[in-house]
Nanobody
Framework: VQLQASGGGLVQAGGSLRLSCAAS????????MGWYRQAPGKQRELVAG???????NYADSVKGRFTISRDNAKNTVYLQMNSLKPEDTAVYYC?????????????WGQGTQVTVSS
């Protein structure tokens, strides 16, 4: 399974961006999907996640500003980012997993750079 992320870029503080991540390949049924980010010198952290049932969770730092959604028919997860702040600057990675015959397979996208200028 391959994850292709897109939508990153340079934006001024207060602006918005929408990230997309499409999964392709041997997909039976994707389970959890989510977005992580990693800023220079920091560990990768969960930004937002969504289950196959549509339940969502967010990092406290993005609650009220970011919205995660998914289109199961398209095997795609989105991240709408509003009111962006310079501290949101990071490489954003999408993640998905699925279970096949009792084994959990974890997949990562290539990362997309988000830069927020002050």
């Amino acid at each position: 399974v391959q994850l292709q992320a897109s939508g990153g870029g340079l934006v001024q503080a207060g602006g918005s961006l929408r990230l997309s991540c499409a999964a392709s390949g041997k997909i039976f049924s994707l389970n959890d999907m989510g977005w992580y980010r990693q800023a220079p010198g920091k560990q990768r952290e969960l930004v937002a996640g969504t289950t196959s049932y549509g339940n969502t969770n967010y990092a406290d730092s993005v609650k009220g500003r970011f919205t995660i959604s998914r289109d199961n028919a398209k095997n795609t997860v989105y991240l709408q980012m509003n009111s962006l702040k310079p501290e949101d600057t990071a490489v954003y990675y999408c993640n998905a997993d699925q279970w096949i015959t009792g084994h959990r397979y974890d997949y990562w996208g290539q990362g997309t750079q988000v830069t927020v200028s002050s």
